[in-house]
């Protein structure tokens, strides 16, 4: 969980959830892990985004019961698209706004040659992983008829 950029926290939460034999509810998430509610609350809501975690619905006292999301291939799409999509975007821009600032601002300078070549790396990180997004969502869409084997 920590090399997608998820705190320890999340890995505790998603191991649980995924080990579990029936879904599992946060009450009690927060009592084997002995942590907060509130830190339990913020983990599960991370792990929903980047769809991860699934509410699949509830149980005693309306409590609402998660399970691990299985498509591999569908988790790995969506955490490119939320998190490293916004994030190239965000290099862009900051490369956008220093490319149109004088070559020494400041007491900084630098070459313009490797500011350009710095916007083409970025181009180029940016269409690699819209590449490995539509990848992505071509395999889930193949792969979304294929059943997933019966306990026998």
């Known amino acids: 969980m920590q090399h997608w950029g998820f705190k ?10 995924f080990l579990a034999k029936e879904p599992i509810d946060a009450s009690t998430l927060v009592r084997r892990l ?3 509610k509130a830190l339990i609350s913020l983990a599960l809501k991370d792990l929903m985004e ?34 490293e999509r916004r994030m190239l975007a965000q290099i862009g821009a900051a490369h956008s706004v220093l490319s149109r600032l004088p070559t020494q601002f400041g ?33 889930e869409g193949a792969l979304s008829g294929i059943a997933e084997p019966q306990k026998s």
């Open 8 to 17: 320890n926290i999340h890995g505790h939460v998603w191991t649980h959830i």
């Open 34 to 36: 002995g942590v907060s």
């Open 50 to 83: 980047y769809n991860v975690v699934q509410v699949v619905g509830k149980g005693q006292r309306r409590k609402i019961l998660l399970q691990a999301n299985l498509d591999l291939i569908s988790i790995i799409s969506n955490i490119l698209r939320q998190r």
């Open 107 to 139: 007491t900084m300078e630098w070459d313009e040659d490797r500011l350009a070549s710095l916007g083409k790396m970025i181009e180029s990180a940016t269409g690699t992983l819209d590449s490995l997004i539509q990848a992505g969502l071509f395999l």
